[in-house]
């Protein structure tokens, strides 16, 4: 009897600091990995995409048959030159790739056989300035995300709070605990450096989390939160723990690259390197890598992908970038994602039970056997309608907002409606499980970037 | 399989390029009706769930196909029935009998021919000229308007009642999903207010012409149960057998036990609104018992009848069953909020069973209930999405502080 007593209490008492997410989705995806960690073949190639980086405006700095140093700036913020991106390997600048309209497209690099680090000094100043720049500087400042828009952050802002995300709810997504083995130093070097950055520093974990560099994280408030995905997208975390209003800016970091920035801190060096998961059904052995952001995932796809039409997928299957098989690593992706692509159309697909189909819904029979897991292909199984169904979102929408208002607002460019309906509370990745389930195909997370884009563009 | 994609393939080019480029959504309807396409998801998430709006329009179907059949075989014996050829003792063994059935089919079968026809004429054309693919919508309005019609309606008003819903119902709007009014009951109003000899009364709801081709002699009355307390006050049909369906009405109102079982069928498949449905029972269940509380302070006999009768009477007589499970539902014209589709279902079995009782000219109220519903639901949702807005603006107040 005490015992229920001492647990009423404990519950209550976690309440404020435990949230328990109802509403979402964890895909039943064959191919999780596990928790083995691999090195990976050093490429010999690296590769920066402009177009990763949200809401910069892209200006180089080098040029062809240049050679960089680890750290070196590639190009920067043509809106705020403050905002470096820098390259992740010394070496030579070979390529310069242009799309249409001679957008920048990509900047590689072939890089040294020993990297070559620029040391931006291990000393840790104590003013807040020069820590800002330090961070600028090396390039580790486009580790820092902002909302709204989702963008980089904008140093001059003051953000009421840092979130650091250190969950993994997305399928396959790196666990946080995996990742950060052997870097309790850096990451605690870096929430230090969080902490400089603004008054509240706040680190979100998964309920169940055991790992020692999570769980007593020192310098940050914790949050432990439960429950399918998107129990662990930071817009969760914001809108339990500080919900965002007109005016109010929050950074957002995850917790490998707070590691990244603590290392900057403590070896005075940039290093771009994560342990992340690769997972899919394409990989012959799913399970963590070492690699670093933008290299060249060619031989890695080589050695570790099965034979088959696969979609090499830097990130998850919700939200990361389709990147083709001599692809290069997202500079801020987490995890690799091999899956294969759709090939055979369905002869009555939409008639038949469907005993083998995955649906959220219950419309095909495959709901018989609820643990079955799925080797889900690129279909899209169907084609794209007007919206029909409603309510459908809510399910997997933990938020406070009328997601299909919201996306009609956005459609109609109706400024003032998104505001009033929430856009400021989330990003593209939060409308991605409603994107998966979406009966009328809908591209969702495309509409809702738009969206930002053209708040951003009218506010700024 | 191989077969009809060849074919497919071999028609393409007359439907891409060559002359029959009009018929092109008709042929993109057909092919991806036979094969789902093998599209793959190009933006945003890389995997996508099954479901899709034919998937989505099928279920509805499947929900609505036991009600249909039993449709047929009632047709035929409300028939038979009339004409004397029926004896009531041996019942059910003389319902569920071919000749039933294949009276019913005849009668029916055109019907649905002709609705798909002339509601997938006007989807087709207004897909070519405004250049998209076919919507799915119209394979579940396609059935539902042949259902909710007298047996012995002339083919020619289904096809003009199906035309004017889609265009003016629908295709006005801007088409699927922009609709405001339910097309099905779009297509059941017209008929409804163009024909009303053929919609309403006494005469319509069986089918008395003899086999010699006569009409049956005078005296006959195939009144529905809502058709007789209208005008006496009771009735002489038992809630038994309108629970079963074997009571004259609209092709596939009757039965309330194969409605049911659709409805079952919809809320576990999550196709259909089960707040909807269970609110609209609670609305009805709630102005019938109302009705019962002041029913013996009525003047007229009739309205003291049709007043007191209990609950269950209006959830087994006339449409209830059938509006609530598969017209309602609509997602398009329903609420679109979870809050709102509570408050819009209750008034549709509210105002559904009050029109039902008070109006003697329309016996029937739930296709007025709903069409007001369907006006109404846009109000709804901006009340529900004003608390939200309302609760962030707080929010900002109270931070501003």
């Keep these: ?460 | 399989m191989k077969f009809l994609q060849n074919i497919l393939d071999s028609a393409r080019p007359a439907v891409t390029t060559g002359k029959l480029k009009p018929l092109y959504p008709l042929y993109n309807a057909i092919e991806t009706m036979l094969f789902v396409p093998n599209h793959n998801a190009n933006s945003g998430a890389h995997v996508r769930d099954a479901i899709d709006l034919k998937r989505t329009m099928i279920t509805v179907i499947f929900a609505l196909i036991p009600a249909l059949i039993f449709g047929m075989f009632n047709a035929g014996y409300q028939h038979y029935k009339a004409i004397g050829l029926l004896n009531d003792a041996i019942g059910w063994l003389q319902f569920f009998t071919v000749d039933n059935f294949i009276f019913g089919a005849i009668k029916v079968v055109p019907m649905i021919v002709v609705t798909y026809i002339a509601g997938l004429g006007v989807e087709i054309y207004f897909a070519y000229i405004n250049k998209h693919a076919v919507n799915e919508g119209f394979l579940v309005s396609g059935l539902l308007i042949p259902m909710t019609m007298p047996v012995d309606m002339p083919l020619w008003m289904v096809a003009i009642s199906t035309i004017f819903a889609v265009l003016i119902g629908k295709e006005v709007f801007g088409g699927t999903g922009m609709n405001i009014l339910n097309p099905a009951l779009t297509a059941r109003a017209f008929a409804f207010f163009a024909y009303p000899s053929f919609m309403s009364g006494d005469k319509v709801w069986i089918n008395t012409t003899t086999v010699e081709g006569e009409a049956l002699v005078d005296g006959f009355s195939g009144a529905t149960a809502l058709g007789q307390y209208a005008s006496t006050g009771e009735t002489t049909y038992s809630a038994w057998d309108a629970f079963l369906g074997i009571i004259p009405g609209s092709i596939g109102e009757t039965s309330t036990l194969l409605i049911l079982l659709g409805g079952i069928y919809l809320i576990a498949t999550g196709i259909g609104s089960w707040k909807i449905m269970l609110s609209s029972l609670f609305g009805a269940i709630a102005i019938s018992l109302i009705f019962n509380l002041v029913a013996p302070n009525m003047i007229s006999p009739e309205q003291q009848g049709f007043l007191s009768i209990p609950f269950y009477f209006h959830l087994v007589f006339g449409s209830w069953a059938f509006s609530t499970v598969f017209m309602a539902t609509d997602p398009v014209s329903a609420s679109h909020t979870e809050k709102g589709k509570w408050i819009y279902g209750f008034l549709i079995g509210f105002l559904g069973i009050m029109i039902r009782v008070f109006n003697p000219a329309y016996p029937e109220g739930m296709m007025l209930a709903i069409l007001f519903m369907n006006v109404m639901a846009p109000l709804i949702d901006h009340y529900v999405v004003e608390g939200n807005v309302k609760k962030r603006l707080k929010r900002l107040i109270i931070s501003a502080k």
């Excluded at chain 1, 995890?335 to 189909?357: A, C, H, M, S, Y």
Aim: charged share 20%; hydrophobic share 40%.
């Design chain 1, 1 to 460: 009897m005490p015992r229920i007593f001492f647990e009423a209490f404990l519950i209550l008492h976690m309440s404020k600091t435990t949230h328990i997410i109802q509403k979402g989705l964890n895909l039943p995806l064959v191919g999780k990995p596990s928790d083995k960690v691999n090195f990976s073949e050093f490429p010999n190639s690296f590769a920066l995409r402009p177009s990763e980086f949200i809401g910069l405006n892209p200006k180089l700095n080098v040029k062809v048959g240049d050679k960089v140093k680890a750290g070196e700036c590639i190009f920067h913020d043509k809106s705020n030159d403050k905002i470096l991106i820098t390259s992740p390997v010394s070496g030579e600048i070979t390529a310069i790739d242009r799309g249409p309209k001679r957008r920048l497209d990509a900047i590689v690099i072939r890089p040294d056989e020993k990297c070559d680090y620029i040391n931006f000094g291990k000393e840790f100043p104590i003013e807040k300035e020069k820590i800002i720049s330090k961070l600028l500087l090396s390039g580790a400042w486009s580790l820092l995300q902002m909302r709204p828009y989702g963008c980089i952050a904008n140093p001059m802002d003051a953000p009421k709070a840092i979130f650091v995300n250190g969950m993994a709810s997305s399928p396959f997504a790196s666990k946080p605990s995996i990742s950060l083995n052997g870097k309790e130093e850096f990451f605690t070097a870096g929430l230090k450096v969080l902490n400089s950055l603004s008054n509240r520093t706040i680190l979100s974990i998964s309920l169940d989390e055991e790992s020692k560099i999570l769980t007593q994280a020192s310098g940050a408030e914790l949050h432990r939160f439960s429950g399918p995905h998107p129990s662990g997208n930071t817009s969760v975390h914001i809108s339990k723990i500080s919900p965002i209003n007109k005016g109010d800016i929050v950074w957002t970091i995850s917790a490998q690259d707070v590691a990244i920035i603590g290392q900057l801190f403590i070896s005075g060096e940039y290093h771009l390197d994560r342990v992340i998961a690769a997972g899919g059904s394409g990989m012959k052995e799913p399970r963590y890598f070492n690699v670093r952001g933008g290299q060249s995932m060619l031989g890695f796809f080589n050695e570790n992908v099965k034979p088959g039409n696969y979609r090499f997928i830097s990130g998850s299957v919700l939200t990361g970038n389709n990147i083709g098989k001599e692809g290069y690593l997202g500079y801020l992706s987490k995890q690799i994602t091999i899956i294969p692509e759709g090939e055979n159309t369905d002869f009555l697909g939409w008639v038949l039970p469907g005993f083998g189909k995955y649906s959220f819904s219950k419309a095909y029979f495959s709901w018989l056997f609820p643990n079955r897991k799925y080797d889900l292909t690129t279909k899209l199984n169907g084609e794209e309608r007007a919206f029909v169904v409603t309510g459908q979102y809510d399910k997997v929408f933990p938020f406070d907002i009328f997601p299909n208002q919201l996306l009609k607002s956005i459609w109609a460019e109706d400024l003032e409606k998104m505001e009033e309906l929430g856009i400021y509370e989330i990003v593209p990745e939060d409308f991605a499980l409603c994107e998966v389930i979406c009966t009328s195909k809908q591209p969702l997370q495309e509409m809702v970037r738009k969206g930002l884009n053209v708040l951003y563009a009218e506010m700024n």
